[in-house]
């Protein structure tokens, strides 16, 4: 059996150390160097593996994209299309768990670099399309009869981007999710329903 190399193992150093930065620090305050000190390489390690720092960022966007999405598939597994697939999905999104408020920060800086990096935009669009494939199988058999299931997800993602990017800018918003849960259940389900202030 063949070795594995220390490439890929060395990428997933780095790609986690510079989803940190990123989350931490944002695209104009995390430099190369920052990121091979986080990950315990040298500088020169670093740009064998990535070229610039916007190769850094689409593959940083990547890798905690993929590692929200396997979290989210996972939480969903094994429950029938429903409402309680749809709960499961929202609990694991909208959960306080340190991955995922990083993974939204990832995004939100992503998405600023995007408005100028066409490169940046390729890479989310990529990445979107996984996310809109998720959202629709948690929303399997709940869209209403008038509406096709990719405007629900829209929908749906809409609310959750919002929601991510509020969350970030208070210090608790447990109970608030918690709120705006059912909020969300009910607007899938067509169902009046008020948030409490």
Not at 48 to 69: C, G, I, M, P, V
Not at 89 to 100: A, C, E, Q, V
Not at 107 to 114: G, L, P
Request: proline share 4%.
């Amino acid at each position: 059996m063949p070795k594995l190399g220390m490439g890929p193992i060395r990428r997933e150093q780095i790609c986690r150390a510079a989803t940190t930065l990123l989350a931490r620090e944002g695209f104009a305050g995390t430099t190369m160097r920052m990121v091979a000190e986080e990950a315990g390489v040298s500088t020169g390690m670093l740009n064998h593996y990535f070229e610039n720092r916007l190769d850094l960022l689409s593959q940083a966007l990547a890798y905690s994209s993929e590692r929200s999405l396997a979290r989210y598939r996972d939480a969903i597994e094994g429950i029938s299309p429903g409402r309680e697939r749809l709960e499961a999905l929202l609990d694991s999104i909208l959960g306080s768990d340190p991955d995922g408020t990083e993974t939204w920060r990832v995004w939100i800086t992503a998405y600023a670099e995007s408005l100028h990096e066409p490169r940046i935009r390729s890479v989310m669009q990529e990445r979107l399309v996984l996310w809109f494939e998720l959202l629709e199988t948690a929303l399997e058999d709940l869209a209403p009869d008038d509406e096709p299931l990719f405007s629900t997800a829209y929908r749906l993602d809409a609310i959750l981007k919002g929601l991510a990017m509020q969350g970030l800018m208070v210090d608790d918003v447990e109970q608030r999710y918690a709120d705006v849960r059912e909020a969300i259940v009910a607007m899938t389900l067509g169902v009046a329903v008020r948030v409490p202030d």
